[in-house]
């Protein structure tokens, strides 16, 4: 198996874990502020990771290098990407932060090249353009020329945290270390900070079982295992814009668990928007290797 499937398989992996983390982002919101979400996700992904860390014999090299890189990262993400995220999901409608958030793929293909050097095709941009118009058919519950979003602020703080999230992948597509090491690292610096501005801010409350679930369940497969997955697949890939677009397979399903979950209606729109979706990922996926 070449580098390139690979790449594309961990993508696939970290699609299917994100699909599912809107639902678990308004349950818990419903109960614990932005804050206190990002605090014990974060927790539960830096135990999870460091656990991981240490099985595989790599701590010592952890504690040793890369936390030059780890400064910034960490208050990239987790700090500054998940404060603007969640802050999103506390003001929208799920369906409309999470598509609305999801067009940091066609971000990430576009900045790829200033950034890392790398080329776009004409099938790439088309295929972005038409998933990215698929997105915005959900966004907008089909009205396209008439936008009217819920939060005006909640609509900038998710397309804020498009930027940031392709920014974060973007700089870390050369990082040296390994992926696991690097995501700890990372979270040992932010987590200290979360806690700060936690402490200084709501501070923690106990909120029941169904909220405390649904932070450690974001924690694990948001903030963790999706995140080795994601970084694997972009350090591998030989142009970014081939496993940027597999993240638009990712809404459409969590438009179904938000609908069999926290309640929301699925839209005709909904339909429209992941024909779109499907059909730019089939243009895209058409190129060469």
Known sequence: MNQDRQAILY??????????????????????????LMWLAALISWALMGALV??????????????????????MNPVAYYFVLFAAYDRLPGQEAM??????????????????????????????LVAYAGVWVIATR????????ADPIGVVLALASTLLWALYWLLNARDPRPPLVGQWQNFSVGLPVLTLLLLLGPGWQWHGWPAFGAGVYVGLFEMGIAFILWQMA???????????????????????????????????????????ILLG??????QKA
């Open 142 to 149: 089909g009205e396209i020329f008439n936008v009217s979003f």
């Open 54 to 75: 240490i099985k595989r014999g790599e701590m010592p090299a952890a504690l040793r290098a890369g936390w030059k890189t780890a400064a910034w990262a960490g208050l």
């Open 99 to 128: 598509a609305l958030n999801y067009t940091w793929a066609l971000v990430m293909a576009f900045l790829a090249v200033p950034l890392l050097g790398q080329r776009l095709t004409r099938m790439d941009i088309v295929a972005g």
């Open 281 to 286: 990922l089939g243009l895209q996926n058409q």
């Open 234 to 276: 972009v350090q591998k890939v030989s142009r970014t814009a081939k496993v940027s677009n597999l993240i638009f397979l990712s809404p459409p399903v969590s438009l179904f668990l938000l609908f069999w979950v926290v309640g929301e209606p699925i839209l005709p729109s909904t339909l429209m928007g992941l024909t779109l």
């Open 11 to 36: 993508g696939i992996g970290a699609v299917a874990l994100w699909s599912t983390v809107a639902t678990a982002f308004k349950v818990a919101l419903a109960w614990m502020s932005p804050l206190e």
